[in-house]
Antibody, heavy 125, light 112 residues
Framework: QLQLQESGPGLVKPSETLSLTCTVS??????????WSWIRQPPGKGLEWIGS???????FFNPSLKSRVTFSADTSKNQFSLKLTSVTAADTAVYYC?????????????????WGQGTTVIVSS | DIVMTQSPLSLSVIPGEPASISCRSS???????????LDWYVQKPGQSPQLLIY???SRASGVPDRFSGSGSGTDFTLKISRVEAEDIGVYYC?????????FGQGTRLEIK
């Protein structure tokens, strides 16, 4: 059974870069039928999609965050990562990684079927 | 971006009674392949969200058959035929048609 686990610093200073990693166990990140995704949830609020990436390099970002977000993948560690630059208090949230099953965004789509436990990031000086 | 609007934002249900949540999208979620790219997720207290329904009506693996999804285009409904205590949580609809995914505000389900 595939599992996801987020990791990263729990506290980031304003204007710095937030870096998070999602470790995938029980399956390979290099499969072409999976989009690896990031979603966040500010305290007491709803869910906000950050973006999704195929291992092969195809990426999609939330337009409101696109200028500050970078995705990457490390197959040797079976991990994918998120970097969010120039953070402010508004970036304080629980960050989740998730798997989106699908081919070419629309085909063989099965939803965001596996989620990590989430990691809390607080932006504060 | 497609705006997703849920109603009600909260509901309180007696165990064994049905419950229904509505989700409306600002644009049609019907793809030319005939599928509606609308999912339902539930976030139980202290947990990560979990998938209930994808493509408008398909139940995810392990989801009880008392959960059902329906609708097409811009109007969708999640129904719970008989609410159980374990169903408490916040329910979200999510559109996956555009390559910019958006969620509804969430509907909090409580047990009376």
């Amino acid at each position: 059974q595939l599992q996801l686990q987020e990791s990263g610093p729990g506290l980031v200073k304003p204007s710095e870069t937030l870096s998070l990693t999602c470790t995938v166990s029980g399956g390979s990140i290099s499969r072409s039928t999976y989009y690896w995704s990031w979603i966040r949830q500010p305290p007491g609020k709803g869910l906000e999609w950050i973006g999704s990436m195929l291992y092969s390099g195809s990426t999609f970002f939330n337009p409101s965050l696109k200028s500050r977000v970078t995705f990457s993948a490390d197959t040797s560690k079976n991990q994918f990562s998120l970097k969010l630059t120039s953070v402010t208090a508004a970036d304080t949230a629980v960050y989740y990684c998730a798997r989106r099953v699908g081919t070419d965004w629309y085909y063989n789509y099965y939803g965001l079927d596996i989620w990590g436990q989430g990691t809390t990031v607080i932006v504060s000086s | 971006d497609i705006v997703m609007t849920q109603s009600p934002l909260s509901l309180s249900v007696i165990p064994g009674e049905p419950a229904s949540i509505s989700c409306r999208s600002s644009q049609s979620l019907l793809h030319s392949n005939g599928y509606n790219y609308l999912d339902w997720y539930v976030q139980k207290p202290g947990q990560s969200p979990q998938l209930l329904i994808y493509l408008g009506f398909s139940r995810a693996s392990g989801v009880p058959d008392r959960f059902s999804g329906s609708g097409s285009g811009t109007d969708f409904t999640l129904k719970i035929s008989r609410v159980e205590a374990e169903d408490i949580g916040v329910y979200y609809c999510m559109q996956a048609l555009q390559t910019s995914i958006t969620f509804g505000q969430g509907t909090r389900l409580e047990i009376k």
